[in-house]
């Protein structure tokens, strides 16, 4: 059984910082493409970043480039998102999914596995 569990969310001020991980599970991690999803209250789910199977390329909204770094570690079945600068338009529930084919990373419809989300809330 798949399982993507998401830690590390919280309450900040804005201009602050976290640390998003997911911890996947019952899936041969390196096969996967793996990306980080939000959905704001109200709103669609976006992307938000993405990383190919190696870790060796890196995807991004335009709307966190230059403030969020995604990142993997095949070795521990982690996928980690840094936060930096973050912003009140970053409150959205974020969540962590597992692309199996080599469909659109950035389409959320293309994934084939979802964790429960943590919840983000930054303060003005």
């Known amino acids: 059984q798949v399982q993507l569990v998401e830690s590390g969310g919280g309450l900040v001020q804005a201009g602050g910082s976290l640390r998003l991980e997911c911890a996947a599970s019952?899936?041969?991690?390196?096969?996967?493409?793996m990306s980080w999803f939000r959905q704001g209250p109200g709103k669609e789910r976006n992307f938000v970043a993405g990383?190919?199977?190696?870790?060796?390329?890196?995807y991004y909204a335009d709307s966190v480039k230059g403030r969020f770094s995604i990142s993997r570690d095949n070795a521990k079945n982690m996928v980690y998102l840094q936060m930096n600068n973050l912003r009140p338009e970053d409150t959205a529930i974020y969540y962590c999914?597992?692309?199996?084919?080599?469909?659109?990373?950035?389409?959320?419809?293309?994934?084939?596995?979802w964790g429960q989300g943590t919840q983000v809330t930054v303060s003005s």
């Open positions: 990383v190919n199977w190696s870790g060796s390329y890196t």
């Open positions: 999914a597992a692309l199996r084919s080599w469909g659109n990373l950035k389409n959320a419809r293309e994934y084939d596995h």
């Open positions: 019952g899936l041969t991690f390196s096969n996967y493409r």
